[in-house]
């Protein structure tokens, strides 16, 4: 039974709905579709799964991209309603005769939508039907001849019964199969006599340049014969590298590569000499971006990227933009879309994102009009341009620093929790983060919860004693749960304003370490929980995202369990222009970019500049 069917612009103007007497929707199904799916760009998916207590929807939608009408279909998903699709078609068709955009109101509708129902229905009900009335498919593989189908299921070892003999047909038959191939490649044609030289090309032609019945040979002989083809286009046996000896003399030692600064208690300066020596951090600066490249040379950029094979399409393309086009089909949006995925692909994007991207630029441009002298690369990449923006603007206020004086004038400290896998630099980034706190004149704590890693808590403590900064560490092999909750105790005490917890390093599916990471933010309630990722992964940033949060999740005790908030990329300095893993870590987990760690030194943290990043990837 359907529940609910929506029809309205992309303003969110609600021009048309249908309601199943009686039954009201459970939640807010709709909202969610729209902010989890229609604005993460995720539309160029088939149906949409919305869960509440009590139950369960399945959403199905359909774009009227020239008119701007969005056409949703909410029904229960233990239903699986057949004519959903067809009945949104159908609906999409009519509705667009009488649309007008300065109407409100289409109560006349009604009559045709329960019209345009009865036929979805009977269609599917007739195609049921004639499914079982009608006799099996036979399977087109079959043949006449008994000894090919059993071939090709007990590798031609059995004989058929209409055979009269063993002959050479069989014989070459049965060779070909134990290449892999289909006995039926001699069906048609002349057999070859035994032992010719047609046989023995088009058996090795089947198989590549790897002969499968050279490597049989070669085991029936004991295998006499591997040295020699492993020795083939080889001059000589490669001789065993020998350890060269020490040599010890009296020559002086060369110094040791030790870059750590060895700060004493007696030459700790204070926070404003710190900030003298490393400067402003770079999170109060605004990036400066060039625009000055012409759209000359975008396209430009944008056809050298193209394979010659495409050069014949590009130019009716060309020819196409003069007059224009009435609508945009699917077929016209491939090319220009496939060269967009590799080019996002090149800048290290997860391929399964960029396939659902273009994917969703393809659900929103169909249908549209082609203006006259527009070409439709222009036309996509402007439409992927504005995807990209979206998906990297936050979608809520990001602003630490009015969080954190709100939570001081609640008299309680800001509780900041970094997590991540090994090895990201989760306690140098913290340390820059505190930095910036400084400079903002917060009072600043650090707490050491990596009991797990040895020398995690001298390395915070490095940091703490350089920047001048209480640390809150109970050694290790303790539950960093209950050092973090002390810790935030003795915060409250000292009235430091903000904690920053520094959590061990683990693996997305190390169960152990992820369950006591679960319990340390159940029982802490953070207000931030910061995951640290790298900028130079790219499939695995999907990986390891979309793994925190199902563990966050699953081992939560809570029925609603908190998962990332907000993401701090490191190593932003050394992937050039691959920066697709800030695209594939927002476009996962819908957490925004909030911190970029671009260098060592206490200063090299910076906010993501969502227009460099967006013309970095359309580059």
């Known amino acids: 039974?359907?529940?609910?069917?929506?029809?309205?612009?992309?303003?969110?103007?609600?021009?048309?709905?249908?309601?199943?007497?009686?039954?009201?929707?459970?939640?807010?199904?709709?909202?969610?579709?729209?902010?989890?799916?229609?604005?993460?760009?995720?539309?160029?998916?088939?149906?949409?799964?919305?869960?509440?207590?009590?139950?369960?929807?399945?959403?199905?939608?359909?774009?009227?991209?020239?008119?701007?009408?969005?056409?949703?279909?909410?029904?229960?998903?233990i239903l699986h309603l057949l004519y959903v699709d067809d009945l949104l078609t159908m609906v999409k068709q009519e509705f667009s005769k009488?649309?007008?955009?300065?109407?409100t109101l289409y109560?006349?509708?009604?009559?045709?939508?329960?019209?345009?129902?009865?036929?979805?229905?009977?269609?599917?009900?007739?195609?049921?039907?004639?499914?079982?009335?009608?006799?099996?498919?036979?399977?087109?593989?079959?043949?006449?001849?008994?000894?090919?189908?059993?071939?090709?299921?007990?590798?031609?070892?059995?004989?058929?019964?209409?055979?009269?003999?063993?002959?050479?047909?069989?014989?070459?038959?049965?060779?070909?199969?134990?290449?892999?191939?289909?006995?039926?490649?001699?069906?048609?044609?002349?057999?070859?006599?035994?032992?010719?030289?047609?046989v023995k090309e088009d058996v090795s032609s089947k198989t590549g340049a790897f002969d499968v019945n050279k490597l049989h040979k070669l085991r029936s002989k004991g295998g006499k014969k591997t040295d020699t083809v492993v020795k083939k286009g080889s001059k000589a046996e490669p001789k065993k590298i020998m350890k060269k000896n020490r040599v010890w003399d009296d020559s002086p030692s060369?110094?040791?590569?030790?870059?750590?600064?060895?700060?004493?208690?007696?030459?700790?300066?204070?926070?404003?000499?710190?900030?003298?020596?490393?400067?402003?951090?770079?999170?109060d600066k605004e990036e400066i971006i060039n625009d000055s490249e012409s759209e000359e040379d975008e396209e430009e950029t944008y056809k050298d990227r193209k394979v010659d094979t495409k050069k014949k399409w590009w130019f009716s393309s060309?020819?196409?933009?003069?007059?224009?086009?009435?609508?945009?089909?699917?077929?016209?949006?491939?090319?220009?879309?496939?060269?967009?995925?590799?080019?996002?692909?090149?800048?290290?994007?997860?391929?399964?994102?960029?396939?659902?991207?273009?994917?969703?630029?393809?659900?929103?441009?169909?249908?549209?009009?082609q203006a006259s002298f527009t070409r439709i690369s222009s036309i996509v990449k402007a439409a992927m341009e504005e995807a990209l923006?979206?998906?990297?603007?936050?979608?809520?206020s990001i602003d630490i620093l009015r969080d954190v004086h709100t939570a001081k004038e609640q008299g309680k400290p800001y509780v900041v929790v970094f997590v991540g896998v090994n090895g990201v630099g989760k306690s140098t980034n913290l340390a820059k983060v505190a930095y910036w706190l400084l400079q903002h004149k917060i009072n600043v704590?650090?707490?050491?919860?990596?009991?797990?890693?040895?020398?995690?808590?001298?390395?915070?403590?490095?940091?703490?004693?350089?920047?001048?900064?209480?640390?809150?560490?109970?050694?290790?092999?303790?539950?960093?749960?209950?050092?973090?909750?002390?810790?935030?105790?003795?915060?409250?005490?000292?009235?430091?304003?903000?904690?920053?917890?520094?959590?061990?390093?683990?693996?997305q599916d190390n169960e152990p370490l992820m369950r006591a990471l679960s319990k340390l933010i159940y029982v802490n309630t953070p207000d931030l929980v910061l995951f640290v990722g790298?900028?130079?992964?790219?499939?695995?940033?999907?990986?390891?995202?979309?793994?925190?949060?199902?563990?966050?999740?699953?081992?939560?005790?809570?029925?609603?369990?908190?998962?990332?908030d907000g993401i701090l990329l490191t190593k932003f300095d050394t992937i050039d222009d691959k920066v697709g893993a800030a695209l594939s870590m927002v476009y996962i987990s819908g957490a925004p970019v909030m911190f970029v760690g671009c260098g060592q030194s206490y200063t090299d943290l910076k906010k993501l500049n969502v227009k460099s990043i967006v013309k970095t990837l359309l580059k």
């Open 107 to 198: 109560n006349d509708f009604d009559d045709i939508f329960q019209q345009l129902r009865k036929e979805a229905e009977a269609r599917v009900e007739e195609m049921k039907k004639t499914k079982q009335a009608g006799k099996p498919m036979k399977n087109p593989l079959v043949k006449k001849q008994g000894q090919v189908q059993r071939g090709m299921f007990d590798g031609g070892n059995k004989k058929s019964e209409s055979e009269d003999d063993g002959g050479e047909e069989d014989k070459i038959k049965n060779r070909s199969l134990e290449n892999g191939d289909s006995n039926c490649r001699f069906e048609n044609e002349e057999l070859p006599a035994k032992g010719s030289d047609k």
């Open 445 to 507: 704590m650090m707490a050491a919860c990596d009991t797990f890693r040895s020398g995690a808590v001298e390395q915070l403590r490095t940091h703490a004693r350089r920047l001048q900064i209480p640390i809150f560490e109970k050694g290790y092999e303790k539950d960093p749960a209950i050092v973090a909750k002390e810790a935030i105790e003795e915060a409250s005490r000292n009235g430091s304003d903000v904690v920053l917890v520094d959590t061990a390093g683990r693996m």
């Open 534 to 564: 790298e900028a130079l992964v790219g499939n695995d940033a999907v990986d390891q995202l979309s793994k925190f949060n199902q563990k966050l999740g699953d081992l939560s005790p809570s029925p609603n369990p908190r998962l990332i």
């Open 389 to 396: 923006v979206r998906i990297l603007t936050p979608k809520h």
């Open 254 to 283: 060369q110094p040791k590569l030790d870059f750590t600064d060895h700060v004493n208690e007696d030459e700790v300066q204070n926070v404003a000499a710190v900030a003298v020596d490393q400067g402003e951090s770079m999170m």
């Open 1 to 77: 039974m359907l529940e609910q069917l929506f029809i309205f612009t992309r303003g969110g103007l609600i021009l048309w709905t249908y309601k199943e007497l009686g039954n009201a929707l459970k939640g807010s199904p709709i909202d969610i579709l729209i902010r989890s799916c229609l604005l993460e760009e995720r539309s160029g998916s088939t149906y949409y799964n919305y869960d509440v207590p009590g139950a369960a929807y399945t959403l199905k939608w359909t774009f009227h991209n020239e008119l701007g009408l969005i056409f949703v279909a909410v029904y229960q998903r």
């Open 318 to 369: 060309m020819f196409q933009s003069i007059a224009g086009k009435a609508n945009l089909e699917k077929a016209d949006l491939e090319l220009p879309l496939k060269a967009l995925k590799d080019m996002l692909m090149t800048k290290n994007v997860a391929e399964e994102i960029a396939e659902k991207l273009c994917e969703s630029v393809a659900a929103n441009l169909e249908g549209k009009k």
């Open 98 to 103: 009488i649309y007008d955009p300065k109407r």
